[in-house]
Nanobody, 119 residues
């Protein structure tokens, strides 16, 4: 069974940075596409970014692409999301997820970590 545990959330001022971690256990993350999602208060969960088996990545919007960087270390079985130039609109619960290569469904989810950006 694969388990994902996020950490690194907290309170940050607008314009600041935050680095989220997702520790994977149970199987090697080398087998999965890894992703980050977020859910703002009162809104649907949205895709943020993903990193693929070969190391390539994608982001949901140009704004996220410019400010957020997803990375992974297979040896540490950990995925990170570096977020810069945060705004209050980035507030939400950030969750990491894993899916098998070629699958459209995200199979495993973490419990999420709260990121609150203050004005």
């Amino acid at each position: 069974q694969v388990q994902l545990v996020e950490s690194g959330g907290g309170l940050v001022q607008a314009g600041g940075s935050q680095r989220l971690s997702c520790a994977v256990s149970g199987r090697s993350l080398a087998l999965y596409t890894m992703g980050w999602f977020r859910q703002a208060p009162g809104k649907e969960r949205e895709f943020v970014s993903a990193i693929y088996l070969g190391g390539g990545s994608s982001a949901s919007t140009d704004s996220m692409k410019d400010r957020f960087t997803i990375s992974k270390d297979v040896a540490k079985n950990t995925v990170w999301l570096q977020m810069n130039s945060l705004s209050t609109e980035d507030t939400g619960v950030y969750s990491c997820a894993a899916k098998f290569r070629g699958s459209s469904a995200w199979t495993y989810w973490g419990q999420g970590t709260q990121v609150t950006v203050s004005a």
